[in-house]
């Protein structure tokens, strides 16, 4: 496991650190879901952490995306996706500005 900073997370490991907190995401009907493969945040999943966690989320001028849990234009976290940029909100709420993944994953 390594230490990463909240805003240096994508892909696999930023799946697997919304999926170590919240569960693993339920597949689609008729699909396999293996336990080694995080998939990555959909749009289902993020309108679900939305809901859950109270996210602010709009589309930034210089970042693409920027959300926030607490209304505070200094907690905001940016994402090149607005999925990307909800799940690093919901990881600073939920665990700080660093996250522990698995090494093959970064």
């Known amino acids: 496991m390594v230490s990463v900073q909240i805003e240096g997370l994508s892909g696999p490991a930023l799946g697997w ?6 569960g693993p995401a339920s597949p689609p009907a ?4 293996l336990a080694f493969c995080a998939p990555p945040v959909d749009d289902v ?13 709009e ?17 905001r976290v940016a994402g090149d ?3 990307i940029a909800v799940c ?3 990881l600073l709420k939920l665990s700080g500005n660093t996250v522990s993944v698995p090494a093959e994953l970064v």
Do not use: M
């Not at 650190?17 to 919240?22: D, G, K, L, R, W």
């Not at 999943?45 to 989320?57: D, G, H, M, P, S």
């Open 30 to 33: 008729g699909q396999l879901l």
């Open 45 to 57: 999943q993020c309108e679900r952490l939305i809901a859950k966690y109270a996210v602010w989320v």
């Open 88 to 90: 690093r909100a919901v």
């Open 17 to 22: 650190a919304i999926e170590s907190i919240e």
């Open 59 to 75: 589309p930034g001028h210089i970042d693409n995306w920027l959300a926030d849990t607490k209304r505070d234009p200094f907690q």
């Open 81 to 83: 996706t607005r999925a």
